[in-house]
């Protein structure tokens, strides 16, 4: 079946333009995360979502990030106003409902590059 | 507070050498842990978990509890083992946020 989706793949924006990255989890996923990896780091999480709801929003740096996840399905993440260091790659990952450790899948990424 | 710790960037080894890629941890509680592995040009994906106790690849994992490492290990290294290999650690229950490693970068040198 198929994995999850991220688009764009490379977003390029202007210092302070705004900016939103799409993520598509595997059908019937109901927990959805963003990552943020810098580079030469590991991916850093940022917000997680159970159905609809954020769950734990405690990785978001400021309050110029912000994700919603309207219908439960797929997932935006928004930031405004850009700056340089929001410049990496970020990861959106989603997992099924069940009891237990349960395994992350993760998308491929959209690079974002802030000139 | 909760980190994960892989002290080596890079790890180069011949064809047919023993790897190990060290992972220490800090967890209040008992953690999950995983690694998770990117090849060139594909995404992250999960390589081993220690609940699993499984061997993926060759590669296998170790708890030490009284260490808090988690090494992952393979006796005989081969050319499409070189990726970048992250640790990862979690809660023990439900779905709960990864905490990763820096990653090593290892390279199979045939």
């Known amino acids: 079946g198929a994995g999850v989706s991220q688009t764009p793949s490379n977003k390029v924006t202007e210092k302070g333009k705004y900016v939103e990255l799409r993520c598509d989890p595997i059908s019937g996923h109901t927990a959805l995360y963003w990552y943020r990896q810098s580079l030469g780091q590991g991916p850093e999480f940022l917000i997680y979502f159970q159905g609809t709801g954020a769950a734990d929003d405690s990785g978001l740096p400021n309050d110029r990030f912000f994700a919603v996840r309207p219908e439960g399905s797929v997932s935006t993440l928004k930031i405004q106003r850009t700056e340089r260091g929001d410049s990496a790659v970020y990861l959106c990952?989603?997992?099924?409902?069940?009891?237990?450790?349960?395994?992350?899948?993760f998308g491929p990424g959209t690079r974002l590059t802030v000139t | 507070a909760q980190r994960v710790t892989q002290p080596e960037k890079l790890l180069s080894v011949f064809k047919g050498a023993p790897v190990e890629l060290k992972c220490n941890y800090s967890?209040?509680?008992?953690?999950?842990l995983f690694w998770y592995v990117q090849y060139s040009r594909q995404r992250l994906q999960l390589l081993l978990r220690?609940?699993s106790r499984e061997s993926i690849k060759g590669f296998t994992a170790d708890l030490n509890k009284g260490e808090t490492s988690f090494h992952l290990k393979k006796p005989f290294a081969q050319e499409e083992d070189s990726a970048m290999y992250y640790c990862a650690l979690s809660g023990q229950s439900g779905n709960t946020p990864l905490v990763f490693g820096k990653g090593t970068r290892l390279s199979v040198i045939a």
């Open positions: 990952a989603s997992s099924p409902a069940g009891q237990g450790v349960i395994q992350q899948y």
């Open positions: 220690h609940i």
């Open positions: 967890y209040s509680g008992s953690p999950e």
